[in-house]
């Protein structure tokens, strides 16, 4: 498709607003936990996981991705994201103390990895 | 001598003309007739014949037809037929009441309820050999049945009895009730006289009480001989149909007499649409009544704000002397006319010709109907039952109960379709071959319509829903599939799922109108398709633009949720700022393909279509970068090369703060989703379409926001008005189009990193095609509030000939916000 052109340079940040401002750099994180929930929406998506901690408590965190036009034109679907697939996601911790992240990468227990991240791409080329 | 008496007659002649212009005008029969006429449009029962009819009306749904008829003969008198018939809008009968009750059904009227009225006119008794019936003022002695007044459930339910049984004198009432009308307030008129001693004008509430009469019979003013119809304009003034006296009189609902009108000839019926048409039947002139010769019967068509006819629908026959054509009258809301028939019994269609249409609407080039314009929808039919299934219909309540904050327009959530076409704000049409493009005032919404023979090309659920155009003959024809289940049809909690399929139906009427019908299939929450239709009227009155109404903007300032910088915002007492003179700028030295460029018809460069800005960054910052979480930039600024925006020392430091104080991320507009302005909204990471016509450049903006840029050489808007998108002007200099963009509100941002830009700006913006899919964008920002000189940003723009926008319902999940608020708030870092 003609759209997969565009990609080459468009969308990769599809922010509406200020990531510095809304996550930190300097708390990056990587976490392994089965998909609860999937928004497909805008101006970002969000990846819902439930991750078990060291003390065996199970926390849900919020992963922030792109935008779901930018994923749907980069030939993402709602339905590579079936809820209860164990997946691992890294990315940078939110400043306001809730368990939220942006996301980089997002990685299946196959080794499959998918970039869902809004942010990551200028992350990884730190 | 005799040349002296010629003269003298001459002199006479023009006094009496004078004399009797004040009271008469002349015969308005030369008038255009553009209505084809359908005899046997409706169909009686196999056996059934037409008898006659005076009394024909629009039901509530503004297609249906109510005819109160005769009993095949003309008069029910001793028939067990039932009188009272609706037909469908395609003629069929569905439904008939009334067998037994009524002698002579004269006038009939739908209320806005949906109920029917109906005047029955005559009495059964046995009237003696020389009886003359005008000098009654009450029926003959023996009538058990008739002069009453009926007013039936739409399913034929008796409601309530107007009059006793075979009629009464004054002040007992009626004798001779001819026609029935109830007002908005639910207060009820009867006209009554059809010959007899009396004719007045009697006024009930709306539970039956006799609240006041007027009116005695003769020809003087505040008189009346033979009532005939009755009809109520949108300003609720009585037009009564005064048929022996030649006239209508307007009254208030007092009884005041207001005016007198005989423009319209002999009134036997009256109708008034929504619109102020006023139809008018004349069935005794020449005829039945000689008092009245030199005018011809038939309908005629005028407005009933002005008083001017401008329609005539003649009576075939042209010499008899009984009562011909129609004595009464209705339009329904698609503007056809139905004429019912004492004489010739039964009841006419008269249908617009395709010709008269064609003749009368504007078109495009290419020969399809031109709908471009501002357009508003005009009056909305009354909500009938929808037809839910029972378990929807649950829903439907429960969404009723909560619609006050459970309403999806309560947060400026995108409307969909048919919602938005009928919200109280304008909007614009633009129209090319392959798409056709609506922008609307309320919110920034657009719909983008391709009219390229494709089909949705995704299966994403879009609040918006996807739409596809076709042509229809005259008929723009359009398919919206797609939807998602979150939107509302209005703001009672009518709703639907994501299984929805909305087919519309633009049909011009005439240059001013189109009719919109909107057909709902959605077989998860209704039992059968319904259908909604409202005209469109084109909005003259207006300042030739569609303006801004930012419902989430307003909503969060009001809240005090969002706060305006008050150093670059508008403010009307503020001092005007002269901007800096400037030569004009030639764009940057590029390679420009010439041959390769694709052209309209008319020779400009063809910029239309999907397009989206290789941004460089941009809407993170003008310089190069390489930062977190955003995509390396290579800096768009190209004057000055150095040193960065040329910054008053108070902007620098608040681009400084914005930047690095992460408490301001919650500051940045776009951040709420409001419109980005200009430039901005060009580099923001979103692609547009670029709608263009000869006269128009129009900027659809995935974030769901449009820039209009009219070409035609208009003058900017007055400075008090001020909008999120400014007010752009455009115009092509050789094969570059320039937007001159003014009226900024001064409430955004440049970009992510905070640069700043006030109200004073004026922004230049340059579009140069380079190559077959690539555009030369710059732009310069005057900006003496913020900056000490002009600058200048640049960037291509590629156009991908099949790419198609999505949507961006940016206030849909917009959880960074909450995100950006805490960290603004609470100051965690």
Redesign the interface.
């Known amino acids: ?3 997969g ?2 990609c080459a ?17 300097n708390k990056p994180l990587k976490l392994t936990g089965t998909i609860t929930m999937v ?1 497909w ?6 990846i819902y996981i439930d991750v078990k901690g060291d003390d065996g408590k199970v926390v849900n965190w ?1 992963f ?1 991705t792109a ?3 930018a994923l ?2 980069r030939g993402t679907r709602p339905e590579d994201f079936a809820v209860g697939t164990q997946v691992t996601i890294d990315g ?1 911790l ?5 368990p ?1 992240a ?1 996301s980089g990468k997002l990685m299946f227990a196959d080794g499959r990895a998918i970039t869902i991240g ?2 990551a ?3 990884e ?2 | 001598m005799r040349m002296t008496k010629v003269a003298l007659v001459l002199v006479l002649s023009a006094v009496e003309v004078a004399a009797l212009s004040a009271q008469d005008v002349s015969p308005t029969n030369s008038l255009p007739n553009p209505y084809r006429t359908i005899a046997n449009y409706f169909q009686l029962p196999q056996g059934r014949e037409w008898g006659s009819t005076s009394a024909v009306e629009i039901d509530k749904d503004g297609r249906s037809i109510w005819v109160a008829e005769r009993c095949g003969a003309n008069s029910c008198g001793g028939s067990n037929l039932p009188s009272i018939l609706k037909f469908d809008p395609s003629g069929k009968l569905v439904k008939s009441f009334g067998a037994g009750l009524l002698i002579f059904p004269h006038g009939i009227f739908v209320d806005r309820d949906g109920n029917v009225w109906v005047t029955d006119g005559q009495d059964d008794a046995p009237r003696p050999q020389g009886t003359a019936a005008n000098t009654l003022s009450g029926p003959p002695p023996g009538a058990t049945r008739g002069n009453q007044v009926f007013k039936f459930s739409p399913d034929g339910k008796l409601l309530m009895t107007l009059g006793t049984r075979g009629g009464a004198a004054a002040p007992a009432y009626f004798y001779q009730p001819n026609d029935v009308l109830v007002a908005p307030n639910g207060n009820i008129f009867v006209s009554e006289g059809h010959g007899g001693a009396n004719s007045r004008i009697l006024k009930f509430s709306k539970d039956g009480k006799l609240l006041k009469t007027w009116g005695t019979k003769g020809s003087g003013d505040g008189q009346l001989d033979g009532p005939h119809a009755l009809a109520m304009d949108s300003r609720g003034r009585l037009f009564v149909g005064d048929r022996s006296n030649n006239r209508i009189v307007i009254f208030d609902q007092e009884g005041r007499q207001l005016d007198v009108w005989r423009q319209f000839s002999r009134p036997s019926g009256i109708y008034i649409d929504k619109r102020d048409v006023i139809y008018v039947a004349d069935s005794e002139s020449e005829s039945v009544s000689r008092n009245h010769d030199g005018w011809k019967r038939g309908i005629r068509i005028g407005s009933a704000r002005d008083g001017s006819v401008t329609t005539f629908i003649p009576d075939p026959i042209e010499k008899t002397t009984g009562t011909s054509a129609a004595e009464g009258v209705a339009a329904d809301v698609d503007g056809n006319v139905y004429g019912a028939e004492v004489g010739p019994k039964g009841v006419k269609k008269y249908v617009r010709t395709a010709a008269s249409t064609a003749k009368t609407i504007p078109r495009t080039p290419d020969g399809r109907p031109d709908l471009q314009g501002i357009w508003k929808h005009g009056a909305l039919p009354a909500t009938g039952v929808l037809p839910y299934l029972p378990a929807a219909l649950a829903k439907q309540r429960e969404n009723f109960t909560q619609r006050a904050t459970a309403d999806p327009l309560a947060q400026c959530f995108l409307p969909g379709v048919p919602r938005i076409m009928l919200l109280d704000y304008p909007f614009q049409i633009f129209q090319m071959r392959s798409a056709l493009a609506m922008t609307f005032e309320w919110q920034h919404v657009f719909r983008l319509i391709y009219t390229n023979d494709t089909a949705a090309s995704t299966p994403l659920p879009f609040w918006m829903g996807d739409s596809r155009g076709r042509w229809d003959g005259d008929t723009f024809v359009v398919d919206v599939t797609n939807h998602n289940d979150r939107t509302w049809f209005d703001a009672q909690g009518d709703y639907h799922s994501d299984a929805l399929h909305v087919t519309e139906r633009y049909t011009m009427v005439d240059v001013d109108t189109i009719r919109y019908e909107a057909t709902i299939n959605d077989p998860q929450v209704f039992m059968r398709p319904w259908t909604i239709t409202a005209p469109l009227e084109r909005q003259k009155k207006t300042t030739g633009r569609v303006l801004e109404y930012p419902c989430r903007a307003e909503l969060e300032e009001a809240r005090g949720e969002f706060n305006r910088e008050q150093r670059t915002w508008y403010r009307k007492d503020a001092p005007p700022v002269k901007p800096f003179s400037m030569e004009p700028r030639a764009v940057t030295a590029v390679n420009v393909d010439r041959a390769a460029i694709s052209r309209m018809p008319d020779g400009k460069p063809d910029i239309s279509g999907f397009t989206e800005a290789d941004a460089g960054g941009a809407n993170w910052g003008f310089e190069p970068h390489n930062e977190p979480f955003t995509p390396g930039g290579r800096g768009v600024l190209i004057d000055p090369k150095t040193g960065g925006l040329p910054y008053q020392s108070w902007a620098r430091a608040e681009k400084q703060d914005r930047h690095t104080n992460t408490a301001r991320g919650y500051d940045d507009p776009t951040a709420h989703c409001f419109p980005g302005g200009v430039p901005r909204a060009l580099y923001v990471p979103s692609p547009f379409y670029i709608i263009q016509t000869p006269t128009y450049v129009v900027i659809l903006l995935e974030r769901m926001s449009w820039r209009i840029i009219p070409l035609d050489g208009r003058a900017h808007l007055p400075d008090t008005i001020r909008l999120w998108q400014g007010d752009s002007l455009g115009r092509w200099d050789g094969d570059t189009l320039v937007v001159e963009t003014t009226n900024l509100n001064g409430k955004t941002w440049l970009n992510e990193v905070g640069d700043v830009i006030s109200h004073a700006a004026t922004v230049v913006e340059r579009f140069t095609p380079v190559s077959a899919n690539v555009i030369q964008y710059e732009a310069t920002v005057n900006d003496p509030v913020v900056f000490t000189r002009p600058w200048t940003i640049g960037m291509p723009l590629k156009r991908n000939p099949k790419g198609e926008l999505l949507e961006v319902a940016c206030l849909e999940d917009n959880q960074d916000l909450l995100h950006l608020k805490d960290v603004k708030e609470r100051g965690i870092q």
């Not at chain 1, 340079?9 to 750099?25: G, P």
């Not at chain 1, 929406?41 to 969000?46: D, E, I, K, R």
């Open positions: 498709m003609a759209i052109v565009i340079w468009a969308s990769t940040a599809s922010a509406h607003h200020s990531f510095t401002a809304e996550f930190d750099i928004r929406s805008n101006p970002h998506g969000w919020a922030e935008a779901a036009n749907y034109r940078y939110a400043r306001n103390g809730t939220t942006t809004a942010g791409v200028a992350a080329q730190k």
